[in-house]
């Protein structure tokens, strides 16, 4: 997986619009293999992430679980601490 996508599952307060259309376009510049697509390949590129997009937020409004939703602030602190200890910094 993208290491630019985020879980955006369980969360309080749930993910935004923004955050949804992040991940699938950061998945289409994925799978696409351009961060910048040609301008020839630009409406093929608009339309999966449009499509990504409705699908991430259909999956994420279907979804359930019995777990507390999670603090943006705290699992952003555990990232920050792990990235700390991956690179030393």
């Known amino acids: 997986m993208c ?7 369980n969360f309080e307060p749930p993910a935004t619009s923004d955050e949804v259309q992040a991940a699938a376009l ?9 961060a910048k697509p ?3 390949n630009q409406s093929a590129y ?8 409705a699908a991430t ?5 279907a979804l359930v679980t019995t ?5 943006r602030e705290v699992e952003a602190a555990k990232a920050k601490a792990r990235s700390a200890e991956r690179y030393g910094s």
């Open 46 to 53: 608009d339309k999966a992430v449009a499509a990504v997009a």
């Open 3 to 9: 290491r630019n996508i985020r879980v955006l599952h």
């Open 26 to 34: 950061q998945y289409v510049r994925k799978v696409g293999g351009a």
């Open 67 to 71: 777990a507390p939703p999670k603090d």
């Open 38 to 40: 040609s301008a020839a």
């Open 57 to 61: 937020q259909e999956l994420l409004d």
